[in-house]
C-alpha cells in the first residue's frame, strides 16, 4: 500500500506463551490484530515477527508506521529468575545492615511469626560495602564524605566481579550531593559498572524500600539495555519510529527514559491492559469493574471504579517491596497453559507451574506431556480443534489420553471429561476468590460490580466466575485476547516526580510548597520535551502523600493546581480526610492535625486516542456456523457455535453457546444469556438479568 503520510500505531505485547500486536489506523480508526508464539530465548524476535505479520496483514511497509508501543516483562523476569549475586550496595557508614533487618512485618497467612522465614535478601552482606560522611534529614551535612571509603569500596566490587551497582545514602532524598559524587568515584574507578542512585530512582524518606527500589533498578538494567539493544537490532527498517515502552504507571516514555530508570517498567505487561479496560468500561457504560486477563501462564485482576484504575505505591515485585507508582494488580498462577497435577496427600492441584509456549499444553503441535486447563477445554468441546485462526491445530486425542491417565491416579473412577469439568472448576474459584480478596476484603460488594474478561485463556470460563460471584455481568470487548497490545495505543506518555519534605499542619511553609512543586513541574515537563512531546499537549497533575500526626504511613490524594495558599492546603486536608474515610472506614477530621510527606508531580503527553466505531444494527437474524457437542455440567449438550464477526449491534442468545473470534472463545453457560452492544462488546449475563437492548435490531437469537 502506498500513503502519502505515516498512519499505523503499532502496540505489541510479549507475554509468555503469546506475542499479541494490534494495528490501528489514525485516519480512519480501523483495528487489525494478529498474534504470533513468543520466543524466551531472546522475546525481540518474536516482538519483530508480530510487526512483519501485521504490515503484511494491512499491506502496509515500514513508510506507513507512526510509531510502536510496548509492554514487556523482562524487568519482572529478571528479578524473579536471575542471579542476584552479581548486585553489590553502597550505604552510610553504620547501615550495612539495612537488608537484613528490613520491616517488622510479616506476610499475611502465616500469623505467628515464627513459622516465616525471611526471603533471601537481595545483596548478601558481604556485598554490602560502607562509606563515610552523614546527612541530617533536612540535608545539612553533618560529615563530609570519605572519598577514601568509596575508592575503596569501588575496587572490591572490581576485583568480585560485581557488574550492578546500588547506591543508597541516608537521606539523600534531601541533598543528593554525596551520592552523586559517589557514583563519580565508582565510575573513574569500575567505568564497566552499572550504577543506580536512590536519589534519581526513589527520591523518599524510608531508607530501606529506598534501598530495595534501587537495588532492582540497579538489577534490572543491563538486562532490559541488551533486550532494548536486539529489539533495535532486530526492527531493522523500524530503526528510527517512535519505540515507546509501557510502564507500571500506566504511562508510556521513551526507550531513552526507561533506561535511565528501568524499574517503572516492573509490572508493565499488565498495566497495559488495565488501561485498554479502562477504555471498554468507559465505553460499554459500566464504570465499576474488575478485570481478568488471563493469558498462558498467570491470571492477572485489576480494581477499575469510575472507569479509573487503582494505583499503589506500595507493590513488591516477588518478595522485594518496590515503591514507585502502578497500578494495583494482583497475580495468581492460573493461565490456559497451567497444568493439572495430583499433591502428596492425592489432591487435584491446578497451577501455578505452567506449559508456557514450550513446550505448550499436550494439545499442542510439540506439547507437553502433562494435562493443561487448555486441555481441559479441548476435551469438554469449550475450545476449536485450532486456534488463533487455524494457525494451530490441537490434537484431542493426546488432552484425553493425558486426562485420562491423570484420572487414573485419583480415586472415584472419573471419567477424562468429568475431570477435565473439576479442573475447570478449581481454576475457576482460584480466580472468584482472588476477586473476593481484592473487593471485600476493602469494603466492595463484588454484586455491584461487573467483570471484564480478556486474554486467549480470559472469555471460555469468566461467565462462570461472574455467576459464582454473583456479579453484574461479563465484559467481553472486541479481540480480547489483544486487548493489552491495544491498551499500549489508548495511555499517555508519562514522568512521575517526587520529593520528601515533611511538614507539619501546625509548621507547613506555604512558600517552599509552591517551590517545590514549581521545581517538579519543571522537571516532568523538560523530561517530556525531551520525548518530543509538544508542549500544547503536556498536561500536569500534583498529588501528596498526607498522614495524621504520629502515623507511620501515608495515603496519597490529588493535590489542588493553581496557588499554593490557605486555600490550597483547606482541600488538600479536606481531600485527605476523605480518602482516609473511604480506604480505612473512619477519619479524624477535626480533631487530629496532618503531617505533609511528600510531594508529587505526574507529566502527561496526552494523545490521540484510538476510537471505538459503532456497529450496524442487526438487520437479520445472525446463524450459528454449525454445532458441535459441548460438556456442561455432567453430560455433552449440541451447541451452537458463532462466529463473532458475525454478530451485528443488538444481537441476542440463550445459552448454551460458543462464540470464536481470531484469538479467543467466549463460552455462553446454560441459563446465561448474551447481547451485543453497539460498539460490538459482548454482555453476558445470568438469565434473570433483563436486557437493556431489547427492541435494537432483529437479529434475536432468543426463544
Known amino acids: 500500500m502506498t500513503a502519502n503520510k505515516a498512519r499505523f500505531r503499532i502496540g505489541i505485547d510479549t507475554g509468555g506463551t503469546f506475542t499479541d500486536i494490534v494495528s490501528v489506523d489514525s485516519d480512519t480508526g480501523a483495528m487489525r490484530v494478529t498474534k504470533v508464539s513468543s520466543t524466551p530465548a531472546n522475546p525481540a524476535v518474536g516482538l519483530v515477527r508480530g510487526v512483519n505479520a501485521i504490515l503484511d496483514a494491512v499491506s502496509a511497509g515500514p513508510g506507513d508506521v507512526l510509531g510502536l508501543a510496548h509492554g514487556t516483562t523482562v524487568a519482572t523476569n529478571a528479578l524473579l529468575q536471575g542471579d542476584i549475586r552479581s548486585l ?3 550505604v552510610t557508614q553504620g547501615f550495612r545492615h539495612i537488608l537484613e533487618i528490613a520491616r517488622q512485618s510479616v506476610p499475611e497467612g502465616y500469623g505467628n511469626s515464627y513459622f516465616w522465614v525471611k526471603p533471601e535478601r537481595l545483596v548478601p552482606l558481604q556485598f554490602v560495602r560502607e562509606v563515610g560522611g552523614r546527612l541530617t534529614f533536612k540535608g545539612e551535612e553533618l560529615r563530609p564524605l570519605d572519598e577514601d571509603s568509596v575508592r575503596a569500596a569501588a575496587r572490591f566490587f572490581k576485583r568480585q566481579r560485581v ?18 559524587r559517589v557514583a563519580e568515584i565508582v565510575a573513574e574507578e569500575y567505568p564497566e559498572a552499572t550504577l543506580s542512585l536512590s536519589c534519581a530512582v526513589l527520591p523518599e524518606y524510608r531508607e530501606y524500600e529506598r534501598a530495595v527500589t534501587t537495588l532492582v533498578d540497579a538489577f534490572v538494567k543491563p538486562y532490559l539495555d541488551r533486550y532494548l539493544k536486539r529489539v533495535h537490532d532486530e526492527l531493522g527498517s523500524l530503526r528510527d519510529k517512535p519505540f515507546l515502552v509501557m510502564q507500571s504507571s500506566g504511562g508510556v516514555a521513551s526507550a531513552d527514559q526507561i533506561l535511565r530508570k528501568p524499574i517503572t517498567t516492573a509490572l508493565s505487561g499488565p498495566a497495559a491492559g488495565a488501561l485498554g479496560s479502562a477504555v471498554i468500561a468507559e465505553v460499554a457504560g459500566f464504570p465499576d469493574l474488575v478485570t481478568l486477563d488471563a493469558g498462558g501462564t498467570s491470571t492477572d485482576f485489576c480494581l477499575i471504579e469510575k472507569a479509573k484504575p487503582h494505583l499503589t505505591n506500595g507493590g513488591s515485585v516477588g518478595p522485594f517491596p518496590v515503591r514507585i507508582p502502578m497500578i494495583d494488580i494482583a497475580t495468581i498462577g492460573i493461565g490456559g497453559g497451567s497444568i493439572a497435577w495430583i499433591s502428596r496427600e492425592g489432591h487435584l492441584k491446578v497451577g501455578p507451574r505452567s506449559a508456557g509456549a514450550v513446550p ?3 494439545c499442542y ?3 507437553g506431556d502433562e494435562p493443561t486447563i487448555t486441555d481441559a477445554n479441548l476435551v469438554l468441546g469449550r475450545i476449536p480443534p485450532a486456534l488463533i485462526g487455524g494457525g494451530i491445530a490441537l490434537n484431542i486425542e493426546r488432552s484425553r489420553a493425558g486426562i485420562a491417565a491423570l484420572a487414573k491416579r485419583l480415586p472415584g473412577n472419573m471419567t477424562p471429561e468429568a475431570l477435565a469439568h473439576g479442573i475447570i472448576e478449581i481454576a475457576n474459584w482460584a480466580q472468584a476468590n482472588a476477586i473476593r480478596q481484592m473487593t471485600v476484603q476493602r469494603g466492595i460488594d463484588p454484586r455491584g460490580f461487573a467483570l471484564l474478561s480478556f486474554g486467549g485463556a480470559g472469555p471460555a470460563q469468566s461467565p462462570a466466575v461472574m455467576d459464582l460471584l454473583g456479579m453484574k455481568a461479563c465484559i467481553v470487548p472486541p479481540n480480547p485476547g489483544n486487548l493489552s497490545a491495544f491498551g ?6 508519562r514522568t512521575d516526580q517526587i520529593v520528601t519534605k515533611v511538614m507539619h499542619e501546625d509548621s507547613v511553609d506555604l512558600a517552599a510548597i509552591a517551590a517545590h512543586y514549581a521545581a517538579l513541574e519543571r522537571e516532568a515537563t523538560e523530561t517530556l520535551k525531551r520525548d518530543g512531546i509538544d508542549p500544547s499537549r503536556i498536561r500536569l497533575a500534583r498529588e501528596a502523600d498526607v498522614r495524621y500526626a504520629g502515623q507511620s504511613m501515608e495515603v496519597r490524594v490529588p493535590a489542588p493546581g493553581g496557588a499554593v495558599d490557605a486555600a490550597f492546603l ?8 476523605a480518602a482516609h474515610l473511604r480506604t480505612f472506614g473512619y477519619n479524624y477530621a477535626g480533631k487530629q ?18 476510537s471505538m466505531p459503532k456497529l450496524s444494527l442487526a438487520t437479520a437474524k445472525a446463524a450459528p456456523k ?8 455432567d453430560h455433552y449438550a449440541d451447541t451452537p457455535i458463532y462466529d463473532r464477526a458475525t454478530l451485528a449491534a443488538g444481537f441476542r442468545l440463550q445459552g448454551p453457546a460458543v462464540v470464536e473470534e481470531f484469538g479467543s472463545t467466549t463460552v455462553v453457560f446454560p441459563d446465561q444469556t448474551l447481547e451485543v452492544d453497539p460498539h460490538g462488546i459482548l454482555i453476558v449475563r445470568a438469565a434473570s438479568v433483563p436486557s437493556p437492548f431489547v427492541g435494537q435490531g432483529s437479529g434475536d437469537a432468543l426463544p
Request: aromatic share 10%; proline share 6%; net charge negative.
Open 360 to 362: 505448550g499444553p499436550m
Open 365 to 367: 503441535p510439540n506439547g
Open 88 to 90: 553489590g550496595l553502597i
Open 570 to 577: 483547606a482541600q488538600l486536608i479536606e481531600a485527605f480526610n
Open 593 to 610: 492535625k496532618i503531617e505533609l510527606v511528600n510531594f508529587c508531580v505526574s507529566g502527561f503527553g496526552v494523545i490521540e486516542r484510538p
Open 626 to 633: 454449525g454445532t458441535r457437542p459441548v460438556y456442561f455440567l
Open 488 to 493: 499500549l495505543l489508548a495511555v499517555d506518555w
Open 163 to 180: 557488574e550492578a551497582i546500588g547506591i543508597c545514602l541516608m537521606h539523600s532524598y534531601a541533598n543528593d550531593g554525596h551520592e552523586r
